[in-house]
């Protein structure tokens, strides 16, 4: 082996890590399953174990930091073994540090309990028939076609109608988000590291939603905004207007580009591994394995970020307070350790999946994994009862095996930035 | 200070503080209690925080709301006092409260 492939890599931006995050944690894991990185002060956590222990101790990790990442230093000199009061007396310093996503302790709590009945079965089951007649809609026009972008013309705007139907976003409102957001720069951007966040598209929806919760205030619906208006934190305070409009926003933006990455990666595995479409299509009741182990081997987030804020450890390795951790998400979801020597294969019905970490475990575990889970079922079904057959475009990809793709330029997100299908009609 | 005694798959009892606010998942897994997976974080969307409940302060519960019995449904091992942890909010009223976790399904 050369000197050269000792070089470490630089996770938050260089390309070829982009295009196969997996090659990098594997060329890491040897390194033990929490390690420091030489590019940046902070640890990479590569083991499902050590994962799971950081995700299950809100008390010593906080959220803070989970969308500005561990590239940057902490904006304060951290003094002693307990920095949380340093770390909230510093939150505005953080990008997103006003969405739920980063909160910590009681206020998590709270804003968390309010999230926690959005997407109940019952009412993803009061959402089914609208889901599966656009899905339908939406399906039945490319499948005419007989061809596809699936990211932008099915996967996009399936999620945010969903999305917005479940929340009561206008219609008239729903292509102007969906443009936005399309115009917008990725979460965790490769391309834009001193600012690989921009919350400019959220600030924008966020005088939208203000008019929407008011006017629910005034005349409440059937829909989640409605719900959102009504209700009241544990302790029985009502949340505050601002604290509202933050999560409403961050409910209708966060799942979008998740879900429709998960669709895009779940549609290049039924096409790619050889023989799946035929045995999802012969037994639908398989499509929920299939997802479950896509989303093990392929979920749509890579990566989260914690900081220490107590002087801790994470398996053995000794964590000082103020500490950056990197939670490959994606790396846990394939160590050999938890899933065996195939754990980066693709396996159908896998011992466990259900354990898989792509949605996060603990306090901060996605919301709304139910409503990705069933949106994206149903519109696999959709293509399923309208084709005969579904291909990847050998013009734009290549072929199997050699394939070549696009990927979300993020050092958070995975998924692909484009697919290009063939589709056979019935 | 008020408590709920939870026992663990291993049949070890642990008594808790009860925090009010938090749910009774929570207060077990903060606890460092690992045999609850609670894969979905506590929106009422798996039965993967299954426990049992006993004891006078068990009538003091809130009702299961039909979502909570349509997944407790789809476990092996539902009995009549068998709830979800995450849909059971801690108050001082719960004090006594005795909870054994659930087999694996």
């Known amino acids: ?426 | 200070m008020s408590t709920v005694v939870v026992t663990d798959r291993k049949c070890v009892e642990q008594a808790l503080e009860i925090r009010p606010g938090l749910t009774l998942m929570q207060t077990i897994t903060d606890a460092g209690i690992t045999d609850l997976l609670a894969l979905c974080g506590g929106v009422c969307s798996c039965a993967t925080c299954h426990v049992y409940v006993e004891g006078s302060a068990a009538s003091a519960l809130a009702p299961m709301s039909e979502d909570e019995s349509c997944l407790l449904d789809g476990s092996g091992h539902r009995r009549s006092n068998s709830r979800l942890s995450c849909q059971i909010r801690m108050s001082p009223a719960l004090d006594g409260l005795r909870v054994t976790i659930a087999p694996e399904d």
Not at chain 1, 151 to 166: G, H, N, R, S
Not at chain 1, 304 to 327: E, L, S
Not at chain 1, 416 to 426: K, P, V, Y
């Open chain 1, 1 to 426: 082996m050369t000197a050269q492939a000792f070089t470490e890599r630089d996770y938050f931006t260089d390309p070829a890590v982009l295009l196969d995050p997996y090659g990098y944690f594997e060329e890491m894991r040897p390194r033990g399953p929490v390690c420091q990185l030489q590019t940046h002060d902070c640890l990479l956590v590569t083991g499902y174990e050590e994962c799971l222990e950081v995700l299950r101790n809100p008390i010593d990790f906080s959220s803070l930091n989970s969308l500005a990442s561990s590239a940057f230093p902490l904006p304060f000199k951290p003094e002693g073994s307990d920095i949380s009061a340093q770390l909230e007396a510093h939150r505005d310093r953080y990008v997103g540090g006003n969405l739920v996503v980063t909160y910590d302790d009681e206020r998590h709590n709270n804003v968390r309990y309010l999230v926690s009945r959005m997407f109940t079965p019952s009412r993803l089951k009061a959402n089914e028939a609208f889901m599966r007649d656009y899905a339908g809609q939406l399906v039945g026009k490319v499948v005419a076609k007989g061809r596809c972008e699936l990211v932008t013309e099915v996967a996009t705007p399936y999620v945010t109608m969903v999305i917005a139907d479940l929340l009561g976003v206008p219609p008239e409102d729903r292509v102007l988000f969906e443009q936005q957001i399309a115009q917008g720069q990725t979460v965790g951007s490769i391309e834009n590291p001193d600012s690989p966040t921009d919350m400019s598209v959220l600030e924008f929806m966020g005088g939208h939603f203000a008019r929407y919760l008011q006017a629910r205030a005034e005349n409440p619906g059937h829909d989640l905004l409605s719900e959102l208006v009504t209700i009241a934190y544990p302790d029985g305070c009502r949340p505050d207007l601002i604290e509202l409009i933050s999560l409403a926003v961050f409910m209708f933006a966060a799942g979008q580009d998740t879900s429709a990455k998960l669709l895009g990666n779940s549609m290049r595995y039924i096409v790619d591994t050889p023989g799946l479409q035929q045995q999802l299509r012969d037994d639908r009741q398989l499509i929920p394995w299939m997802l479950e182990e896509v989303l093990r081997l392929e979920g749509s987030t890579k990566a989260t970020h914690r900081v220490a804020r107590r002087d801790t450890h994470i398996g053995n390795v000794k964590v000082p307070a103020g500490k950056a951790v990197i939670v490959a998400l994606a790396a846990g979801n394939r160590d050999p350790r938890r899933w065996g020597e195939d754990a980066s294969e693709f396996k159908l019905k896998r011992p466990g999946i259900r354990e898989h970490i792509a949605f996060g475990r603990g306090a901060h575990t996605c919301a709304g994994a139910p409503l990705a889970r069933a949106e994206v079922a149903t519109i696999l079904n959709s293509f399923f009862d309208l084709t005969s057959d579904i291909a990847i475009s050998e013009a734009t990809h290549g072929k199997r095996g050699a394939r070549r793709y696009q990927f979300e330029p993020s050092f958070i997100i995975r998924g692909l930035d484009n697919l290009h299908l063939e589709l056979q009609g019935r």
